[in-house]
């Protein structure tokens, strides 16, 4: 089996000053491997999105050790942390998160544009191989207001693969769909997984959905039990 | 600097089409003051520099608000702040490149209408108005550019600022 990719030691967070501490997460150990599925099972508020947005650097803990794809994420800059996350993370958010003024090629593409690395010719094949991988080559010319939940939902999963990282966090992909829409999406994300071994850390409320997953941990109170 | 980002944003600026067509008059109508007081009343400089430093500095906290979901989705994604910068100088660019460009267009329609025309009273008035000298045109596009350098530091900063968390937290 594969090492860990990413390991949480010790990890407290805590908001707030004084009497007025809250604890999200508290002495949070996790090991998971690459190319796992592991689903984060919680009730709302009980830290499992703080947990993700300590994982993938968002946020920064306020104790302990995260090590991303061996990059210990706590010692690292503000002012590094877009590379790590532009290499080895990709998100998928409930909200969506696209641009407004950019169409759904844009979107995806936009991640490319600060890519030195990579030819103009590149940035546009790989934008649209991962369009056509989740099915939205058609829809590439239209903005994030002209699409359904569920196409703006592909679009965000192929903005988070255009860049090939190895690590994707999805924080309640299907929080904002219909059931089957939001199967479908699932099933992306699960396909993903399976055939391009990427490690997917999904965060849910939702038993039917943590079934996607091939490991559930579950948190309450911002513990992991 | 990354010239894709620095096209791309100018691309993407002229896509919030009324904040940036408003904008374009503002600085258009800015430029003509300018242009006049410095030329017919040099004595006064100081108010109209300070003028447009006023507008410029507005625009540019504007920009940097308007922008914060965009930025905080950017820097998500893996944009560092230099690339995020580059978003607010695009803006600034192209709305005061567009300004200069209008003006100097009303100008020669201004000159091309009075040589076939004639100067007929209607004629000199809106010349008295909108027209600006080439010199004095130079002269303004100096100095708009000058005045909008602390402003644009300042949306750069606040975009700097923003973190990427914020597009999370405010939907």
Known sequence: MAGPIIQLEEVNKEYGKGKNTVAAMKDVNIEISAGEFVAVLGPSGCGKSTLLHVMSGLEAPSSGRVLVDAVDVTLISERDMPKVRAQKIGFVFQQFLLVEHLTAYENIEAVLWPREDITKIEQEERTLSVLREVDMLERRDHFPKQLSGGEQQRVAIARALVNDPPILFCDEPTGNLDSKTGENILKIIAQLNREKNMTVVLVTHNHDIAKFAKRTLNMKDGVIR | ?171
Request: hydrophobic share 55%; net charge positive; proline share 3%.
């Open chain 2, 1 to 171: 600097m990354n010239f894709r980002v620095f096209f791309k944003s100018i691309k993407f600026a002229f896509r919030a089409k009324v904040r940036v067509l408003a904008f374009i008059l503002i600085y258009a109508i800015l430029f003509i003051i300018v242009s006049k007081g410095l030329t017919n009343d040099p004595g006064q400089w100081l108010t109209y520099v300070g003028m447009a430093f006023i507008v410029a500095t507005i625009y540019a906290v504007l920009i940097s608000q308007f922008r914060r979901r965009d930025v905080s989705i950017f820097k998500c994604i893996g944009w560092d702040n230099n690339n995020v910068m580059l978003l607010m100088v695009g803006e600034v660019v192209l709305v005061s490149l567009s300004a200069f460009l209008v003006v100097f267009q009303v100008s020669i329609e201004i000159i091309g209408f009075i040589g076939y025309f004639g100067a007929s009273a209607l004629l000199t008035s809106i010349q008295d108005l909108l027209y600006v000298s080439p010199s004095s045109m130079a002269v303004t596009l100096f100095v708009i550019i000058g005045t909008q350098l602390p402003g644009l530091l300042i949306s750069m900063y606040r975009a700097m600022k923003i973190p990427p968390m914020r597009a999370l937290r405010e939907e």
